[in-house]
């Protein structure tokens, strides 16, 4: 009696290393590595170019892994549920694996109809975790030492692959334009795939991260300091695991270390670390609420700002011409590279939901399709922390021109993604509007500011802290601190949501 076939459906998890599901499959029976081409997922809302040419290359990468292995990838266009009714019909049936995964409410829905289809068939479908999310999650107590433990697992090596009798016929990849995808302004994107996420490991945790702890808030110099891992992990070209056994490695190397640098050295991995606690972190508020995708995670603040569609205000800010010459350079290179640090993508946000005082969810979209990292988990929590409408953070509302004064002092970074400022002098390129020549400039080669941006925040701390008085609120808000809040090992009082209950991931994975 020949063996059941067993399909491994890849979906953000483009790589053969530490990839469980494949090795439980490859030890189960004859093993077919499939990607799933969905027309309906490169539709959605938060999808775009840069993304789909950054999958691309991965997949490109990954075709050629599991040849290696022995079984080539079949790549199929298409819906989930007609690709699967062809699979089975040219199989005769399968067992079923993938990666659990904590996507967009679209992928929700396309999983919950996945299991649904395999359970009406009889089609064993196993999913297995890929991150430090847990699912599912009863209390938050104890998660940090769930994740250690999870992470600190061996990894798992890559299986031998045996082939199905069947011979089975794969699609081309469709190009962008053919998935209905636009250019979108990327000039200069991080590369996909397996051998430049390794690459990127490497050089962060052996050159480039000695100062990720201190340049990891200024967009310029954090271009480099920082890890740059993050679109390597939102699409599975490098495992958590593996990136934090990395880390760690890399820190008992240097832990007795007394080589100059060796200090700023220890204290940058640190830092790294918890920011791959805080990534999955994240991601597990998602997990535990899909629907923080839509609505404020605090009732209170719901309908509070306008909707942004047909604002002016937010053409504006989405194409970097608010008049605010730091908001704005920091929305071009974000444009041309779909990369920024965390704190200026923070700032982005802050500036659209407060100065601006615009509802989150379309600056949150925008921001979506310019990331090519987007992890719909780490990106809705921090949207809506960043807007304030969490109702357990504090209300951060960055000062945009101070920000420019201590993070790009000289203009350097301002005058590359806004030329138009060049002959501006250092001391008013971050506020050209007090040169006296600024008339030679403003309203003819870059704006004049859209806003004041010193009263426009006054007047939203006083909405947001209107909103924030009153028992009803902060009852509201030790529940969603409950479910949501981030724990000390062991701690479990409810601390006053007018506090500072979490901090920002100040890093970019």
């Known amino acids: 009696?020949?063996?059941?076939?067993?399909?491994?459906?890849?979906?953000r998890d483009l790589r053969v290393a530490d990839h469980r599901p494949l090795a439980m499959a490859a030890a189960h029976g004859p093993t077919v590595p499939l990607y799933v081409v969905e027309p309906e997922l490169w539709r959605q809302a938060d999808a775009s170019f840069r993304q789909w040419q950054f999958v691309a290359e991965c997949l490109d990468e990954l075709a050629t892994a599991v040849a290696a292995l022995g079984q080539p990838l079949v790549i199929r266009v298409g819906d989930i549920g007609d690709v699967l009714t062809a699979l089975r019909d040219e199989l005769g049936g399968f067992d079923l694996?993938?990666?659990?995964?904590?996507?967009?409410?679209?992928?929700?829905?396309?999983?919950r109809f996945v299991a649904a289809w395999c359970r009406e068939r009889a089609i064993p479908w196993t999913e297995l975790p890929q991150g430090g999310v847990i699912r599912p999650l009863a209390a938050r107590r104890g998660w940090a030492g769930r994740w250690d433990r999870r992470m600190n697992e061996p990894l798992t090596a890559p299986p031998a692959l045996r082939r199905v009798p069947t011979q089975?016929?794969?699609?081309?990849?469709?190009?962008?334009?053919?998935?209905?995808?636009?250019?979108?302004?990327?000039?200069?994107?991080?590369?996909?795939?397996?051998?430049?996420?390794?690459?990127?490991?490497?050089?962060?945790?052996?050159?480039?991260?000695?100062?990720?702890?201190?340049?990891?808030?200024?967009?310029?110099?954090?271009?480099?300091?920082?890890?740059?891992?993050?679109?390597?992990?939102a699409w599975g070209a490098l495992a958590m695991r593996e990136a934090h056994q990395a880390n760690e490695l890399r820190r008992r190397q240097l832990a007795d270390s007394e080589a100059v640098g060796a200090a700023t050295w220890r204290a940058s991995l640190k830092s790294f670390s918890g920011r791959l606690h805080w990534h999955c972190h994240f991601m597990q508020k998602l997990e535990d609420q899909p629907n923080m995708e839509f609505a404020d995670l605090h009732s209170a603040y719901r309908g509070l700002r306008p909707a942004a569609d047909s604002s002016d205000l937010f053409a504006a800010w989405c194409r970097g011409e608010t008049g605010l010459p730091f908001v704005d350079a920091c929305m071009r290179m974000l444009i041309a590279t779909g990369w920024l640090n965390f704190r200026m993508r923070a700032m982005l946000m802050?500036?659209?939901?407060?100065?601006?005082?615009?509802?989150?969810?379309?600056?949150?979209?925008?921001?979506?399709?310019?990331?090519?990292?987007?992890?719909?988990?780490?990106?809705?929590?921090?949207?809506?922390?960043?807007?304030?409408?969490?109702?357990?953070?504090?209300?951060?509302?960055?000062?945009?021109?101070?920000?420019?004064?201590?993070?790009?002092?000289?203009?350097?970074?301002?005058?590359?993604?806004?030329?138009?400022?060049?002959?501006?002098?250092?001391?008013?390129?971050?506020?050209?509007?007090?040169?006296?020549?600024?008339?030679?400039?403003?309203?003819?080669?870059?704006p004049r500011p859209i806003i004041d941006h010193?009263?426009?925040?006054?007047?939203?701390?006083?909405?947001?802290?209107?909103?924030?008085?009153?028992?009803?609120?902060?009852?509201?808000?030790?529940?969603?601190?409950?479910?949501?809040?981030?724990?000390?090992?062991?701690?479990?009082?409810r601390r006053p949501a007018s506090k500072n209950l979490e901090l920002p991931l100040d890093g970019d994975t």
């Open 97 to 111: 694996w993938a990666h659990q995964e904590t996507g967009n409410d679209w992928t929700y829905a396309r999983d």
């Open 350 to 446: 802050a500036v659209a939901s407060y100065h601006l005082w615009l509802d989150w969810q379309q600056p949150g979209l925008h921001l979506a399709r310019l990331f090519v990292d987007f992890e719909p988990g780490i990106h809705w929590s921090q949207v809506q922390m960043q807007s304030g409408s969490t109702g357990i953070n504090a209300v951060r509302i960055y000062n945009p021109v101070k920000q420019g004064y201590d993070q790009d002092p000289d203009g350097s970074f301002v005058r590359r993604w806004l030329p138009e400022l060049a002959g501006v002098p250092d001391e008013f390129v971050q506020e050209p509007w007090r040169w006296d020549k600024a008339d030679e400039v403003l309203e003819r080669t870059y």
């Open 1 to 11: 009696m020949s063996e059941r076939p067993q399909v491994v459906w890849f979906k």
């Open 454 to 493: 010193l009263a426009a925040a006054r007047e939203a701390r006083k909405r947001v802290w209107q909103v924030r008085r009153g028992g009803a609120f902060r009852e509201e808000a030790r529940a969603i601190f409950d479910k949501h809040g981030s724990r000390k090992r062991g701690q479990r009082s």
């Open 168 to 233: 089975l016929t794969s699609d081309r990849l469709p190009t962008a334009a053919e998935l209905g995808l636009r250019a979108d302004g990327i000039v200069a994107a991080q590369r996909g795939g397996r051998r430049a996420a390794l690459a990127t490991l490497d050089s962060f945790l052996t050159e480039r991260g000695r100062d990720y702890r201190r340049a990891m808030s200024s967009p310029g110099a954090g271009a480099d300091a920082c890890s740059r891992l993050s679109p390597y992990l």
